[in-house]
């Protein structure tokens, strides 16, 4: 079986002849691998940054690969946000807010989100991948949700205290942030990416009560859902931190899978989840994947499957975050390998 044809049957929730297994992103690691930025992967030719992505596929064997891994932050810089594109092994940032008046955000063009140069490399790149490996591996795309959108546009700090002092105001935001992560996802999923994913920081049960998760994250969660609608064979949706006090409402989202940081207990994601929607997780991505020595990745990961108790199916394996660039590449095979060999 074809490990696109596993990671399908694994989100359907159906038990599959072994653990599914990926990275979320991994784009700034395979191309630090590399001595490239990501700056490096818009301006090179999109044959030679699909390449460096399949050759580290080859190695990896993941079951899903992530279309512009990395760079969520294109569509802000699309859109006019000035984003810090950094050296090898270091994540993009944002330089400044895009506005300080929340009402500003309706001068936003969504007509410019094609137009951004890394954009239109990483859809040929996409393109690329689809020819190359999408009949053997599933290609996802993923985005920042509209929370954290808005966030990283207005100021995290900020925003969250508009949560607040001025809910109107977050609403119309949002209004706006949920229609850019669609139109983001269309573009690739037109290029040849299947899977979309949502990930939702700003959402955190770290950062947000429960009555604000239900007030703004879940509403607009489930809107951009709607907007793709069928588009996507399936969607994901990645909260870091600790969601637990979350779970009994994460289902209303309308995704397809929800994957977690290893704060949150796989056998409670089981209990809550189990026969609802796939999920994914959960291995620390620092403590465990980069720290770690092989025979410990293994070890988390033989926890992870019979916590979730994978072998019933709707669980896939996957660390609790992206991975940061010094991850050993033997720690990744660890990981890889555990969830080929595992048989209970």
Not at 9 to 16: F, G, Q, R
Not at 103 to 121: M, R, S
Not at 274 to 289: E, N, Q, S, T, W
Request: aromatic share 8%.
């Amino acid at each position: 079986m074809k490990p696109k044809e596993i990671f399908k049957k694994a989100i359907k929730l159906e038990p599959t002849p072994r653990i599914p297994v990926t990275l979320l992103s991994g784009g700034v690691w395979v191309y630090a691998r590399q001595g490239k930025s990501l700056q490096d992967s818009f301006d090179m030719p999109p044959e030679e940054s699909a390449a460096y992505t399949i050759e580290a596929q080859k190695e990896i064997r993941s079951d899903l690969v992530w279309c512009a891994a990395g760079c969520n932050n294109l569509v802000m810089r699309a859109v006019g946000t000035k984003i810090n594109f950094h050296n090898p092994g270091v994540a993009s940032d944002v330089a400044e807010p895009l506005f300080d008046n929340p009402a500003d955000i309706d001068k936003i063009n969504l007509d410019d989100i094609p137009k951004d140069p890394g954009i239109q490399a990483m859809l040929e790149n996409t393109r690329i991948l689809k020819e190359k490996i999408g009949g053997e591996v599933m290609l996802g795309i993923s985005q920042w949700g509209p929370l954290t959108l808005a966030g990283l546009m207005f100021g995290t700090e900020r925003f969250m205290k508009m949560l607040i002092k001025d809910k109107p105001a977050v609403h119309a935001m949002m209004e706006v942030t949920t229609q850019m992560v669609a139109r983001y996802w269309d573009l690739f999923l037109d290029a040849g990416a299947e899977y979309v994913a949502q990930a939702e920081p700003c959402a955190s049960g770290d950062m947000i009560s429960k009555k604000q998760f239900i007030e703004f994250a879940l509403p607009n969660l489930k809107k951009t859902n709607d907007l793709i609608g069928d588009k996507p064979f399936a969607k994901q949706l990645h909260i870091c931190g600790d969601t637990t006090k979350f779970l009994d409402i994460i289902p209303e989202t309308g995704t397809s899978a929800m994957s977690f940081d290893y704060k949150v207990s796989l056998a409670d994601a089981r209990a809550a989840l189990g026969g609802k929607i796939a999920f994914l997780g959960h291995m620390d991505p620092v403590g465990i994947m980069q720290l770690g020595t092989p025979e410990q990745v293994r070890e988390d990961c033989i926890r992870c499957i019979k916590d979730a108790e994978g072998e019933k199916g709707g669980y896939l394996m996957m660390p609790g975050c992206d991975i940061p660039p010094a991850v050993p590449i033997e720690n990744i095979k660890a990981m890889v390998d555990t969830a080929y060999a595992y048989s209970g």
